[in-house]
């Protein structure tokens, strides 16, 4: 049994401590938030972001951060991305030397380009940190709907340590040594499902987003490689398998922010809506960023960051997206 603290009691937090402790592991789940440690304690689940999954007595509580860090053997940290630069910071001194911490939010951040696991190393170098991350509504995993992600770290001991911990008969992980690629992967299928969403909005149909699907994915593996990431990742769950999903899935807010907006919402009214965070809002510019950093073609992604910060029409991007200059599909392919 292993001494788990989840930072960050939204709907991943509290499901993968509900996972954990039905692992066995002692669980603590800590929130900055003083009304939502109120509501959580009072009511054994959250109610407006995982309603109907309750939280068992024994997994604790709190508000303290001080407490959520003494002599954890894990700490999970959960807040959405962008808030992991401020709580790594507040964490740092709290951080005794070589605590495995396991991000499991997605994004980059935008003014430095930086994945999250960059940021908490920055703020905690005396961390050892990974990452989760794969196809995984935190309403599905609270359910215990059979669930696959993958564990990243800088060494295979620590991998294999965060597999067992998390691995379960309804949650299976693998493991790869490609960290920068889960990251990747996982921030940026945001911003394709904020595309795949607003196609729905449009009242495109399945060839649309199938469309989005195949070519968003092809421009990530673009990036990830120039960057120095592995293609076989975005082949796995952290690619592939995590768009799919969240561009199909009726419980992701992005796919659902992009409906909004495809629907005549502006980008604010749409994440009002919604009433979470949009992890995709925040990921395009950074995004559109890295690719002309790295000078990687990537059309959709320019296109979602016209939609939502220059006003440009969403019939008006999918055209243009059309109508772009006749391509090969996969230009490394000879001709006989």
Not at 73 to 94: C, E, G, I, K, Y
Not at 235 to 260: E, F, P, W
Not at 307 to 334: H, N, Q, T, W, Y
Request: aromatic letters at 4%.
């Amino acid at each position: 049994m292993a001494k788990i603290s989840v930072l960050g009691a939204g709907s991943w937090g509290t499901a993968l401590s509900l996972l954990l402790h039905n692992n066995g592991h002692e669980v603590l789940l800590w929130s900055a938030l003083e009304d939502e440690v109120e509501m959580l304690r009072e009511k054994r689940e959250h109610a407006t972001k995982l309603p109907g999954v309750k939280i068992p007595d024994e997994i604790e509580i709190t508000s303290d951060l001080e407490a959520a860090l003494k002599e954890p053997d894990v700490a999970v940290l959960a807040v959405p991305s962008p808030f992991t630069r401020s709580t790594s910071h507040r964490m740092a001194p709290l951080v005794c030397d070589g605590l495995k911490i396991v991000n499991v939010a997605k994004g980059i951040e935008e003014n430095t380009l930086l994945t999250l696991s960059d940021i908490i190393e920055e703020e905690i170098p005396n961390a050892n940190v990974s990452v989760l991350s794969g196809p995984s509504h935190a309403e599905e995993v609270g359910r215990g709907l059979p669930t696959t992600c993958v564990v990243s770290s800088h060494d295979r001991a620590t991998a294999e340590y965060l597999q067992s911990i998390f691995m379960s008969p309804v949650f299976r992980v693998y493991t790869t040594p490609d960290m920068l690629g889960v990251e990747l992967g996982a921030a940026l299928k945001n911003v394709i499902a904020l595309a795949a969403g607003t196609a729905d909005g449009l009242g495109y149909g399945d060839n649309t987003k199938a469309a989005l699907i195949t070519r968003g994915i092809a421009e990530i593996g673009r990036l990830g490689i120039e960057m120095g990431a592995k293609m076989e990742t975005f082949c796995g769950l952290s690619g592939i398998g995590d768009l799919i999903v969240t561009c199909a899935s009726v419980h992701s807010r992005n796919r659902k922010a992009g409906y909004l907006i495809g629907k005549g919402y502006t980008m604010q009214e749409a994440m009002d809506e919604v009433k979470m965070v949009v992890e995709g809002v925040y990921s395009a510019k950074a995004a559109k960023g890295l690719a002309e950093k790295y000078g990687v073609e990537m059309p959709i992604i320019d296109e979602v960051n016209k939609v939502l910060f220059d006003g440009k029409a969403a019939s008006e991007a999918v055209i243009d997206l059309m109508l772009r200059d006749k391509k090969l599909e996969s230009p490394d392919l000879p001709w006989e």
